[in-house]
Each structure stands twice: as structure tokens, then as C-alpha cells.
């Protein structure tokens, strides 16, 4: 499946804001292209984009074919506590991809 580049801070202050930004490896084809010799290109797009703080649900988003390939995703988090942030997506052959960063909390 896809994979993906997480960008994260190296530590951050207890409750304040720290931002996010990942981009994901996907061809999000939206099934209206045809290939060299006029067959459609099937759809398939990341339906499905969840990001958790120490397992606990923060961020989550449902994509359209209207995305563009390779998405790209900038997001705030409070900082609470060390920890990791775990990233999952599901796209439409219902292929998971998954990605982590640490997060250490000053």
C-alpha cells in the first residue's frame, strides 16, 4: 500500500497547539481515466483518514475523488502527554495504510 511522510515536532508544550502534516503515497484514481487504450482506470480513492493521540480519536476525515493524488493533510493537536500519534487510511480496494510519530511533551 501506500506510505507516508509524517512531520511532527520533536517536543512540544504542555497544552498548547503543536501542528501536523502528512502526506500519503496514492494515486487516488477517481475512475473517469482511461489507460492508453481507452479502458477505464478504476476508482480508487482514500475513503477514510484517522489520526489518534495515545489511542484516543482527534482527527478524521472522509475523502472524495475530488482529492488530488499523493494527499496532503496539515492538522492541530493539543499536546496532553507523551505519547505517539497513530495515522490510518483505508481507501476504496479496502487496502489499510498506517504510519506513527512521537511526540514528547515538555
Given at each position: 500500500?501506500?506510505?507516508?511522510?509524517?512531520?511532527?515536532p520533536a517536543?512540544?508544550?504542555?497544552?498548547?497547539?503543536?501542528?501536523?502534516?502528512?502526506?500519503?503515497?496514492?494515486?487516488m484514481?477517481?475512475?473517469?481515466r482511461?489507460?492508453a487504450?481507452?479502458?477505464?482506470?478504476?476508482r480508487?480513492?482514500?475513503?477514510?483518514?484517522?489520526c489518534?493521540?495515545?489511542?484516543?480519536?482527534?482527527?478524521?476525515?472522509?475523502?472524495?475523488?475530488g482529492?488530488?493524488?499523493n494527499?496532503?493533510?496539515?492538522?492541530?493537536?493539543?499536546a496532553?502527554?507523551?505519547?505517539?500519534?497513530?495515522?490510518?487510511?483505508?481507501?476504496?480496494?479496502?487496502?489499510r495504510?498506517t504510519?506513527q510519530?512521537?511526540?514528547k511533551?515538555?
Open positions: 500500500m501506500a506510505d507516508a511522510r509524517v512531520n511532527v517536543e512540544c508544550r504542555r497544552g498548547e497547539p503543536f501542528e501536523v502534516r502528512i502526506s500519503i503515497r496514492h494515486a484514481e477517481t475512475g473517469y482511461t489507460d487504450i481507452g479502458k477505464t482506470i478504476p480508487n480513492v482514500i475513503q477514510r483518514f484517522t489518534r493521540y495515545n489511542a484516543v480519536p482527534v482527527f478524521a476525515v472522509r475523502m472524495s475523488p482529492i488530488a493524488a494527499p496532503y493533510l496539515r492538522f492541530f493537536v493539543t496532553l502527554e507523551s505519547g505517539s500519534l497513530e495515522f490510518e487510511w483505508v481507501d476504496d480496494d479496502g487496502v495504510g504510519a510519530a512521537a511526540i511533551v515538555v
